[in-house]
């Protein structure tokens, strides 16, 4: 158990719905980030925040957005959805705000289908 | 861009095997992380390499960073069924700042 939580485990969805993704971060940690994975583009970083704030920002679509709350819990939103968004979610966490050398802890991640 | 190539993408061997996988870019990294991910289930951290040269083990696993700071390999001696998973090496740093660049994945079996 790596402390990174991720709800809801599983999700399925329409085309053209809107939904949102939960992750809380290890206790301690600041810094949260968002990936994808698909079958063909494999782990994508998507977004990171470091306490409250957007710190990098990666192939994340403009359909898709982020934030972290003041307890550091991070919510990745997905509108619009389509077919191709199917894919694992992850969230990972790491105590500094992205230096380099950072070990970052997965959690179990969100699976999507849409329909 | 950053770009990780990991090979194999595919493993199949015997238990007691040996074995090595590759990661290769031709971008600097500060460190490289290798994590070993079960189906449905996040990556799970093995290591964290941060210095040019830099050899660790974690039991029959080896990992080495290249001098340069482009290059990671993982070796496993005596492979067991139990060591059966996805490999992925993920560079940080760089012109990436905190973001991990993962490489494809190495899909590992090993037979009993």
């Known amino acids: 158990d790596s402390g990174v939580t991720q709800t809801p485990k599983h999700l399925i969805t329409a085309t053209g719905q809107r939904v949102t993704l939960r992750c809380s971060p290890r206790s301690g940690d600041l810094s949260v980030y968002w990936y994808q994975q698909s079958l063909d583009q494999g782990l994508q970083f998507l977004i990171q925040y470091y306490n409250g704030e957007e710190r990098a920002k990666g192939n994340i679509l403009e359909r898709f957005s982020a934030q972290q709350f003041p307890d550091l819990h991070s919510e990745l939103n997905l509108s619009s959805l389509e077919l191709g968004d199917s894919a694992l979610y992850f969230c990972?966490?790491?105590?500094?705000?992205?230096?380099?050398?950072?070990?970052?802890?997965f959690g179990p991640g969100t699976r999507l289908t849409v329909l | 861009t950053q770009l990780l190539e990991q090979s194999p993408q595919f493993l199949s061997i015997q238990e007691g095997e040996n074995l090595t996988v590759y990661c290769n870019s031709s971008?600097?990294?500060?460190?490289l992380q290798w994590y070993r991910q079960e189906p449905g289930e996040g990556p799970v951290l093995l290591v964290t390499?941060?210095?040019?040269?830099e050899v660790k083990k974690l039991k029959r696993l080896t990992f080495q960073f290249g001098d340069a700071r482009k290059d990671s390999s993982l070796h496993i001696t005596a492979a067991q069924p139990g060591d059966t998973g996805l490999y992925l090496c993920a560079g940080a740093g760089g012109t990436s700042y905190g973001k991990l660049t993962f490489g494809q994945g190495t899909i590992l079996t090993v037979h009993p």
């Open positions: 390499v941060v210095t040019g040269g």
């Open positions: 990972a966490s790491s105590h500094t705000p992205g230096t380099g050398n950072d070990e970052q802890f």
């Open positions: 971008s600097v990294f500060s460190s």
